[in-house]
């Protein structure tokens, strides 16, 4: 049987990230009844029935999607630091998850990943890590060169927020990424 609130947040987080990626805007909260929140987008209307965003469930979500395509990913996310996250913060880490989580199948070559989301301190911390091949600042500075932008717009994406992202690297010692968000 499938669990109706978890697919309503999974919904909700994922919708509102297409709608932020695409621009899409005319949300009418409320027009089918109680939670029900009714969204205008390119290709008509969507039904989405939940108040909370759910992120937990959505990493576990996106985790799965990857599981299928031959990496295993535990995810742990820390409760009180998903919901100290504000709307427009569980956005990002949701797209910086997905983001990674793709770079890690299209190009990592790993075996395992592992995300997290916990409190350190005063900061909010992702942090998304493979067994993968790894890579050099030279691999990245010649992607980059070439027109693969995945690792300029994950940097867009947190310096935009006002969040810091670093990344650990080296060939045959996987990747690291950690997105530090602060805490108002």
């Not at 669990?3 to 621009?23: E, F, N, W």
């Not at 005063?122 to 067994?131: C, G, K, N, Q, W």
């Not at 993968?132 to 690792?151: C, M, P, Q």
Request: with cysteine; glycine share 12%; net charge negative.
């Amino acid at each position: 049987m499938v669990d109706q609130s978890r697919l309503a947040a999974l919904l909700a987080i994922k919708l509102t990230a297409l709608m932020t990626d695409h621009g899409v805007s005319g949300a009418v909260p409320g027009a089918f009844g109680g939670g029900a929140v009714a969204v205008a987008g390119r290709t008509g209307w969507v039904l989405v029935d939940a108040p909370n965003a759910g992120l937990g469930a959505a990493l576990e979500d996106l985790a799965g999607g990857v599981s299928g395509r031959g990496v295993t990913v535990q995810v742990d996310v820390d409760a009180a630091a998903a919901e100290a996250l504000t709307d427009e913060d569980q956005r990002l880490v949701y797209r910086m998850t997905s983001e990674c989580l793709r770079n890690i199948v299209k190009h990592a070559a790993a075996r395992r990943a592992r995300v997290t989301l916990h409190q350190d301190g005063a900061l909010l911390v992702l942090e998304i890590t493979d067994d993968g091949v790894g890579l050099s600042g030279d691999a990245a500075a010649a992607a980059a060169r070439e027109g693969h932008l995945g690792l300029r717009l994950l940097a867009d994406l947190a310096r935009d927020h006002g969040a810091t992202l670093r990344l650990a690297s080296a060939p045959g010692q996987g990747t690291r990424w950690r997105l530090e968000v602060a805490r108002p």
